[in-house]
């Protein structure tokens, strides 16, 4: 098995013995086919993006997604979609039809995981047909929460958990804070604001599971930076 993915053959409790057994799906060991299926197709359409103002390959963001997803015990469900959340997102960024998103993700990872990854999707135009603005895209988002699955809204916290904590890291790196902050349209107020937001809405939705509290534990330490 290559270094760089050592860890998918490992089960959850081996990589982070801290978890309580009952958390972690007894079926779910970090490895399948499915999963190696996802990374590849997302390695080949993320090949030439960075993560913002960094030079680490988009693809880490992913990954990490799934990382944590497999950290609280989610079924392999859930960690393929941890993988594809970006690919869907750029997707409908710009401009495929529903059609098009079913031939070319539907028909290789299911109508099913595709309709997951589209409730934890910004979309541009809601169901009247009316394109929204850069407010209103996050508005009608969390929203939409309360139509998603569990599974789907575990893959919105942990791709937020790992957001927020990437931005954490860059701050506490640098002496210049705001070439961190400058990389959002939102700047400072707006991103730590949407982070908990988020946190927020979760649990108004009734999810409440430990990724929510790390979340809006990282939202809270966004806005003392």
Request: charged share 25%.
């Amino acid at each position: 098995m290559g270094s760089k993915s050592w860890w998918l053959g490992l089960p959850a409790r081996r990589m982070f013995p801290s978890l309580p057994d009952s958390s972690v799906a007894p079926s779910m060991t970090g490895y399948s086919d499915r999963i190696n299926h996802a990374f590849a197709y997302a390695a080949k359409h993320h090949d030439q993006q960075v993560r913002k103002g960094t030079r680490l390959p988009y693809l880490t963001h992913p990954a990490n997604v799934a990382v944590i997803l497999t950290r609280y015990g989610c079924g392999e469900d859930a960690v393929v979609a941890g993988i594809l959340h970006d690919v869907v997102a750029d997707c409908v960024r710009d401009g495929w039809t529903r059609e098009t998103l079913d031939e070319r993700i539907g028909t290789k990872f299911g109508n099913s995981m595709l309709a997951m990854l589209l409730f934890v999707t910004e979309r541009r135009i809601d169901d009247d047909g009316v394109e929204l603005s850069a407010d209103d895209r996050k508005d009608d988002y969390l929203e939409r929460l309360s139509l998603a699955g569990e599974e789907a809204l575990w893959v919105c916290a942990a791709d937020k958990v790992h957001n927020a904590n990437s931005i954490l890291s860059d701050l506490r790196r640098t002496s210049f804070p705001e070439t961190v902050w400058g990389r959002f349209s939102a700047g400072r107020d707006g991103t730590v604001r949407q982070y908990a937001r988020v946190s927020e809405r979760l649990r108004e939705i009734g999810f409440t599971a430990p990724i929510v509290d790390e979340l809006a534990h990282a939202a809270a330490e966004l806005g003392r930076m």
